[in-house]
């Protein structure tokens, strides 16, 4: 018999990952705050719970992507007391290393098993099942779950210790957040000083400093569109949570601050649910003193 699954948390990404996973017949049980949000995965065929508990009862594997640490460690109370012994517990959020290695030790103590398995690439890689998906945590529990987390990946990185996945992915978040900082700098000055920002983006795609992220945000930056993709907030989130990951570490990482204060004011100006990439705005509003 398949494993059951539950999915928990139908946001942006929750809701195409699980997409995904009906797509390649997974039978799937799902639970969002927001009901509504369940409503295109039970009209596929998804059985909807009345709980993530109740979710948690009737799974062998329950998967979450939630947007903060705090929601994860809240919702994993309830996650863990639906749980069978040997049950385990999917985390795909982008959240701290304190809060998965806590997490590892608090499942173990109560027989079942958590493994941290966030994921790089957006709603479209997600709905395709292209994520590169970065499995931290016990080998036998990650090997029960590489079917389901193969459905949704094109590529699984696997991690003894589960602090391992999660700090790749704020590095990587890291590099996402430097590259849109030096991205919407350089449209900012290309347009105060006559320069068109879309020969600066065509000079980039011939050279060697290309990367596609700026070939796909740049134009719709450029546009003024900053439909989300992923929320300006999450970004703020994952700045901290870098921030915080290198002073635990005493590692210095100047350049997070400044990019911790960016988007703050982004939030602070009401942008926190736009993309990520209207941090543009802020630095347009800026004058320096
Ligand atoms: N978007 C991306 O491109 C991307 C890529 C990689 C990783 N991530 C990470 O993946 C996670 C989810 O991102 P997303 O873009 O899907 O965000 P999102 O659209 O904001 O979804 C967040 C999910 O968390 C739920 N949630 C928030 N507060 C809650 C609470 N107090 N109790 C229960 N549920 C709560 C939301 O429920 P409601 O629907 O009720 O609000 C929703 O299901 C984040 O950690 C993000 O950093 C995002």
Known sequence: MSAQIGFVGLGLMGSAMAGRLMDKRFPLTVWNRTKDKAEPLVRRGAKLAKSARDLAMSSD????????????????DEILSGLAPGGIHVDCSTISPRITTALTRMYIEKGSLFIHAPVLGSITQAAEGSLLIFAGGDRSAREKVRPVLDAMAKKVFVFENVAEATH??????????????TLSQSIAFARSSGVNPTALLEVISLSSLNAPMYQSKGPSMIAG??????????????????????KDRAVSMPVVPVLRKL???????????????????VLEQKKPR
Not at 61 to 73: A, D, K, N, Y
Not at 168 to 181: P, R
């Open 263 to 281: 988007f703050e004011e982004g939030v602070q100006q009401g942008l926190a649910k736009l993309d990520y990439s209207a941090i543009l705005k």
């Open 225 to 246: 569109e900053f439909a989300p993709r992923f929320f300006l907030e999450h970004m703020l989130k994952d700045v901290r949570l870098m921030e915080e990951a290198a």
């Open 168 to 181: 790749i992915k704020l590095l990587c978040n890291f590099f996402i957040a430097s590259m849109i900082g």
């Open 61 to 76: 594997i329950v998967i979450t992507m939630l947007s903060t640490p705090e929601v994860v460690e809240a919702l994993s």
